[in-house]
């Protein structure tokens, strides 16, 4: 069985606001299946470089994505705005599972939830690293 | 418990090869974790328009997605050529389930796999509608 | 001789933050230079949208686009945030030449600057069709 | 005055064939503007790197993009095939003018064309650097 994520706004922090653009809508005129990834890897990555525990250019360790998954409930369409909420559902010992709500504009009920789980590697050597201590406290105020 | 999709050449029928960009490499060096859904999305519905099932600008009944998802085992880079493979897990009432293995150039093991699940509605109502025919004829030699 | 877009955001009005996304960066670590495009298709979009003079969905009145340039100067990087700047440079009898100022988070030169023309067309015949009275309105504050 | 890249087939050589995906068409149909620069930079990047002057991983040197422009001419949709001509129109000390001819299907006039300025610089330094011999040899054959 799959454990979805939840749903609410409630349910996730912190929140990433994400513009959407133009070509984010396909020919049906919505925000294409596949964009809504950009969004999570986007919400991960930003919280890890703010958090400073992620250093894209020079970093000994980089997160390398495993798994993804996205459940789609209601259509979002440029210009709308996404609200991008994040939660840790497992800290794992070298890798963690993220889950995100795609919100849009004010609503309170995700348009779409999904997971994203990253797996920490040694940069040079490309093999999985223990999460560092500064890592572990920078997402267990997540992982509520 | 999730079924996962298999992940060798023969498991798949039709391929569909797709051209990588400088784009789709993110800053490690490989394509990103996002655009492999753009493969998925692209080998699902050029098999359709091949097909003649779907009409993009004009038909009665078009393709939404509700689900995908992707596991990753090894990396792709531009200029790598993708394979894209597809089958039919489950061709539903109105709904279709379709699995994709991504082969990079001649390896036989897959890159990645994943599922991308499409409900077929009524362009103007939105409404989930019944699978053709025709549409059905189309898939069943990928359901086997 | 081509006249080059001005680079001072004071050149520019009105303007738009976009988010910036984690595979905007490309393998150099810095926004690809064709995403700067969908950051001006966003920008003039938008304004358009927000001022009631285009209605993707069902408009009778579209922008096709027929030339389209940009100068790079300094790089940008996610998690950068952009400040497009817009103005309008031509506004002739059925088509507008855009210029774009691109600013990198709270920089006063531009990162980056181009246009974008577009021909309106009548949606269903595909042919130019003369800017409205109210479009005119619309751009005027933006060509002084 | 700005000179335009020529339009016919055998205006260009070499040629690369890119796969259209579902994605690159947008709400109207037609493969979205800023789509056709991912088309730019990946035939003159390609072509780098099968003649072995590029490596984009470990080279000294990279291309920086400060130029790039589009004409477009006639649309083109999913699931057409992209056959992007290339040439060479200015070979520089350290830049490079690279004139692209985007064709559709088999069609022999371009449905766009548009430019591409690569200046090399050192990896490290970032600092323009003269195109050597090999790289030079590599261009040559295109800028006839």
Redesign the interface.
Known sequence: ??RLAPDRRADYRPF????T???D?????HV????Y???F??VV??YL??RGVLD??HGAV?G?????????FRPI???DVVHAGLRVARLGNSSVRYEIGIFRNDEMRAAARGHFVHVYVDRASNRPTPLSAQFRAALEPLAG
Request: charged fraction near 15%.
């Open positions: 069985m799959t990433l606001v994400i513009s653009r133009w070509m809508n396909d020919v049906y005129g294409n299946n596949v964009v990834y950009s969004y890897d986007t990555n930003q470089v703010e894209i250019d980089i390398l994505v495993v798994e993804t998954r996205c459940h789609y369409a440029f210009p």
